[in-house]
């Protein structure tokens, strides 16, 4: 059997304010983590439109992503009971910085989201192994240090977002 090898693509938003990173506390079946607001792209959206919308989702506040902190692959790998080979997830991360805007009052967190927290790179990097993905301490230090790339970097064809009797 020929099986394609795809990674899984996720969008994450690196947001800071006041010298401190807005992250959301989840529940994980390794317990409470911590992460950046992120999760899956979902079909039709574009890199941009699934960090927008998986910041809200995740932290009730709209957010414009400005720039591209960077594009990030990691694995994950679990046993899994009672079968031979064990979870393995590559991920492939788009990490954008931008404006945190206006807390949408009384909107559900996503499913498994405990609350959003407001940390100091300090703090983030004193709990790295509450972390849920190497990534968030990664993105955060790039982040710190600099690294924006413009949006058009990300060219999204028109093709994406076709209904699928077009494609």
Same mark, same amino acid.
């Given at each position: 059997?020929?099986? !394609?090898?795809?990674?899984?693509?996720?969008?994450?938003?690196?947001?800071?304010? &006041?010298?401190?990173?807005?992250?959301?506390?989840?529940?994980? +079946?390794?317990?409470?983590r911590?992460?950046?607001?992120?999760?899956?792209?979902?079909?039709?959206?574009?890199? %941009? &439109?699934?960090?927008? !919308?998986?910041?809200?989702?995740?932290?009730?506040?709209?957010?414009?992503?400005?720039?591209? %902190?960077?594009?990030?692959?990691?694995?994950?790998?679990?046993? %899994?009971? *009672?079968?031979?080979?064990?979870?393995? /997830?590559?991920?492939?991360?788009?990490?954008? #910085?931008?404006?945190? *805007?206006?807390?949408?009052? *009384?909107?559900?967190?996503?499913? *498994?989201?405990?609350?959003?927290?407001?940390?100091t790179?300090?703090?983030? !990097?004193?709990?790295?192994?509450?972390?849920?993905?190497?990534?968030?301490?990664? #993105?955060?230090?790039?982040?710190?240090?600099?690294? !924006?790339?413009?949006?058009?970097? /990300?060219?999204?064809?028109?093709? %994406?977002h076709?209904?699928?009797? +077009?494609?």
């Open positions: 059997m020929n099986t !394609r090898w795809k990674p899984s693509a996720t969008v994450a938003a690196i947001i800071e304010r &006041q010298g401190k990173f807005l992250l959301v506390e989840e529940h994980t +079946q390794d317990g409470l911590l992460n950046n607001p992120a999760g899956h792209l979902d079909q039709g959206e574009s890199p %941009v &439109q699934g960090c927008i !919308r998986e910041t809200l989702e995740e932290t009730a506040f709209h957010f414009t992503p400005d720039a591209l %902190v960077g594009i990030y692959m990691s694995r994950f790998e679990r046993a %899994v009971p *009672g079968q031979t080979h064990p979870l393995d /997830i590559t991920y492939l991360r788009f990490a954008f #910085c931008g404006t945190l *805007g206006a807390e949408v009052e *009384g909107q559900a967190l996503d499913e *498994g989201i405990v609350r959003t927290v407001w940390m790179p300090e703090e983030i !990097r004193a709990c790295a192994h509450l972390h849920r993905s190497p990534l968030l301490l990664t #993105c955060m230090e790039d982040y710190l240090s600099g690294k !924006r790339f413009p949006l058009e970097l /990300i060219t999204t064809d028109p093709s %994406v076709a209904p699928l009797s +077009q494609r």
